[in-house]
């Protein structure tokens, strides 16, 4: 491979962004390791070691695939979570009111199947419109009142998980903080295998939810890249004014956004929720954490859909991986403090990329001087 193969490699928006998500990965990785030798310098490899594992902790193979399904039943809701980050913000939007609008996709989806006994497609629909719905009120504040939509998303947040509490509590034991279970109530609301759970040593959870969240990560790609709607709303983020310039509806694009983004957020949690892994606790006092890791998800795999379906794993590998670690040493949450250094991480992606498309531009420019040197001597 020549000097100038090299540079184009270098030069790409692709393999520079992996190269700075990885070196995120890495310095989070080693932050957390130092604080594990701070509190514990004797087991701090090994609980390095068993929250990289995570699944593969098991050495019964059998086992080991059974906890690899529920690793990837978490992470399908988190890439939804993700994409609907990643799609506002191509937008100029910042959707950090995901949290909000999977807690509205959680509530409706259980409700109507616990409440009314729907099946798992309208539980799904009602989920997805209900997370999109919330995401177009965002969007019309933003849109006819310039009412900034992180401000007005984190409102909304609490708003919606008090809310969701009022109502799921219709549908729980008096004497119970959660929810009744799916699979005992109603299992038509369940979402159906088609046989993947067989994949993964009969993990009943291991639903077609799995390879949904890829496809729309897929089509969220699609949309962006190939469409002329996806042309529409990213040059609606890029300049309002020069949209509307162009004719294009730039108040009713910002709209269809924050719908979009927040019908991806509130599909995810219907993908969670559906399955039976979880059940809802009314009594809870903060937002699900599945949004902001989004979030996380988002800057780490380069804002781009594809990129996400990697660093949505990754990060819910990270955090299941916690839960493998010894308790009497360390506290569960732990994997949740390497997560978060992760995540600060993250936030210098944009700045490594910076730095590399400096460093070959003076590079660039050294070789030009040095060439017309030349042809002047």
């Known amino acids: 491979m020549n000097t100038n193969e090299n540079r184009s490699i270098l030069a790409s928006e692709g393999f520079q962004t992996l190269l700075a998500s990885l070196v995120c990965i890495l310095l989070g990785l080693l932050v957390g390791f130092i604080v594990l030798v701070c509190i514990n310098p004797q087991e701090a490899g090994s609980a390095m070691l068993a929250i990289l594992k995570n699944f593969l902790y098991f050495p019964r193979p059998a086992v080991a695939l059974e906890y690899f399904g529920s690793t990837l039943v978490r992470s399908a809701p988190l890439l939804m979570c993700t994409l609907s980050v990643v799609f506002a913000y191509k ?27 729907m099946p798992w497609y309208i539980c799904m629909i009602a989920a997805m419109i209900g997370g999109g719905l919330l995401g177009a009120f ?5 849109a006819y009142r310039n009412v900034n939509e992180v401000i007005a998303s984190i409102m909304l947040n609490w708003l919606s998980l008090y809310s969701i509490n009022i109502l799921l509590s219709k549908v729980k034991e008096a004497s119970a903080t959660y929810t009744y279970p799916l ?33 729309f990560a897929i089509l969220v790609w699609f949309i962006m890249a190939k469409t002329k709607l996806g042309y529409e709303l990213k040059a609606t ?25 927040g019908c991806l957020s509130g599909l995810g949690a219907s993908f969670l929720y559906l399955t039976g892994f979880e059940q809802w606790s009314c009594s809870q006092t903060s937002v699900p954490a599945m949004g902001f890791n989004g979030i996380a998800a988002a800057f780490l795999g380069g804002l781009h859909p594809l990129g996400c379906i990697f660093s949505a794993f990754f990060i819910q590998h990270i955090s ?3 839960s493998y670690v010894d308790k009497m040493v360390y506290a569960s949450q732990i994997s949740d403090l390497i997560l978060a250094i992760i995540i600060y991480s993250c936030s210098f992606v944009f700045i490594f990329r910076h730095i590399m498309n400096e460093r070959m531009v003076r590079q660039m420019t050294k070789k030009i001087e040095k060439e017309s040197e030349r042809g002047d001597q």
């Open 138 to 142: 965002v969007g019309a504040l933003k």
């Open 183 to 215: 699979r005992t109530y109603n299992p038509a609301a369940m979402i159906p295998s088609l046989g993947l759970s067989a994949l993964f040593s009969e993990n009943r959870y291991v639903t077609i939810a799995i390879p949904l969240s890829v496809l």
């Open 320 to 322: 299941s991986g916690g």
């Open 91 to 117: 937008v100029g939007l910042f959707n950090i009111g995901a949290s909000g609008q999977y807690t509205v996709g959680a509530g409706l989806s259980l409700y109507l199947a616990l409440a009314y006994q």
């Open 237 to 261: 983020g890029l300049n309002k004014n020069a949209v509307k310039y162009a004719g294009m509806r730039e108040k009713y694009n910002i709209i269809l956004t924050m719908f979009i983004s």
